[in-house]
């Protein structure tokens, strides 16, 4: 018979004076859950009166933003931290430590960034992150190239991708990214005002050649370790430092998916700007800076990625003239294609973002999902013949113009 339980509070504390070297031997330690996302338990540990504290993640074995009726594996949580550890060998300052972990509790106890921002918040609040695009992209580069058949060893790798089969996670997306946004679903969210938007995407063929192209690549390419949902909510910010988290949706998959994870949500955020109150010139300047962003994300990427492959390329036949620029510009495609469906799914599917839905009036959220929805599927419809960083910005500046 399996122990799990969702832990109470009082657990939580037991559990946290139990990690060696967390909290000194006498502390008073008081615990909150703070989980606010769609799947999972959050407990904050902290003592009473030093700086002491820690995180414990525990997965529940339903998705918790729809309730007991869509059970869920509970092997989210051995996933999710196994991602975790191996982020953090490839990336130290870029993904917090994990402390200690139960599989058959299927929680993690980790180290606690309170002092951090999500970034979706900050960017909501018109905050500038100046170090941001580089430190995302040394993220996906360095976790992209040495969970990859060109950085690791490819026994060694097929090993590993099968400690990442992630069927219930990897479900999710393909229900929600790839296919209710395009068909009537129960999971569909959206109001009657863009009733004509979601009937285009529903009738629009050309558009659904394009989305089961991205469809078939997610379900099929073992490329690389994904982190499988890196949007702005799976990422923590401080003007100096940036942590990635919530890595519960890792598989083997196409790179292109986590960096258009990344530029999506930026690009979620740009469109959102129409629909805050801020002056014109305050609106141009948070757009301006948006997309600096987003280019920056990409070519932080590709020459991490370049540099990687030059100095550290395992696979022979790679280094093949000819080869890297070719499989990079096979990513910069897949990265726009993905970007688009995940700007689409966040405004018609189940699940949506904050920069969109607390635009406090109705008009302004209108606007706001009308151009995420023109720039995502303007990504997704010409995904396959974009050449460069520039090619995407210019779609996106085209299809804002409507
Ligand atoms: C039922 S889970 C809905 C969404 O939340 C997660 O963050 C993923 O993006 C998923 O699609
Ligand atoms: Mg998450």
Do not use: C, I, K, V
């Given at each position: 018979m399996s122990a799990y339980h969702p832990l109470s509070a009082e657990e939580a504390i037991q559990l946290a004076r139990s990690i060696?070297?967390?909290?000194?031997?006498?502390a008073e330690l008081e615990c909150r859950e703070i989980g606010d996302g769609n799947l999972n338990l959050v407990f904050h540990v902290t003592a009473k009166n030093t700086a002491d504290s820690i995180i414990i993640k525990q997965a529940v074995p339903y998705a918790k933003v729809v309730g007991e009726s869509w059970p869920l594996s509970l092997d989210r949580a051995r996933i999710e931290r196994l991602a975790l550890e191996t982020e953090h060998k490839i990336c130290p300052e870029l993904v917090p430590e994990v402390y200690g972990y139960s599989d058959e509790l299927a929680y993690t106890v980790m180290e606690d960034l309170s002092e951090y921002t999500i970034m979706r918040r900050g960017l909501i609040e018109g905050q500038a992150y100046p170090k941001f695009a580089e430190h995302i992209g040394e993220f996906l580069a360095r976790t992209l190239f040495y969970t990859s058949d060109l950085g690791m060893n490819q026994q060694e790798k097929k090993v590993l991708a099968g400690q990442f089969v992630n069927p219930d996670l990897c479900k999710i997306t393909e229900d929600l990214i790839f296919e209710d946004p395009y068909r009537k679903s129960d999971n569909n969210n959206y109001s009657e005002a863009i009733e004509d938007e979601a009937e285009v995407l529903r009738s629009d063929t050309e558009l659904h050649f394009e989305v089961t192209l991205l469809r078939h690549k997610f379900l099929t390419q073992a490329q690389a370790l994904l982190h499988g949902d890196l949007h702005t909510g799976s990422i923590f910010v401080k003007p100096d430092s940036t942590k990635v988290i919530d890595?519960?949706?890792?598989?083997?998959?196409?790179?292109?998916f986590d960096i258009g994870a990344v530029i999506g949500n930026l690009l979620l955020n740009y469109a959102s700007q129409i629909g805050w109150s801020s002056d014109e010139q305050t609106r141009a300047a948070r757009e301006a800076r948006l997309i600096e962003m987003a280019r920056g994300v990409w070519t932080h990427f590709e020459s991490g990625f370049r540099l990687l492959w030059n100095?550290?390329?395992?696979?022979?036949?790679?280094?093949?003239?000819g080869y890297q620029d070719y499989y990079i510009s096979q990513i910069l495609k897949d990265t726009a294609g993905f970007a688009g469906c995940k700007m689409i799914r966040r405004i018609v599917g189940l699940s949506h973002v904050a920069d969109i839905d607390t635009i406090p009036g109705d008009k302004g959220r209108e606007a706001a999902q009308r151009k995420a929805l023109a720039i995502g599927k303007s990504l997704v419809r010409h995904h396959r013949s974009i050449q460069s960083i520039d090619d995407i910005v210019t779609l996106v500046e085209q299809a804002s113009q409507g």
């Open positions: 060696p070297g967390r909290f000194p031997e006498h890595p519960e949706f890792a598989f083997f998959g196409p790179m292109g100095e550290g390329l395992q696979d022979e036949m790679s280094r093949t003239a």
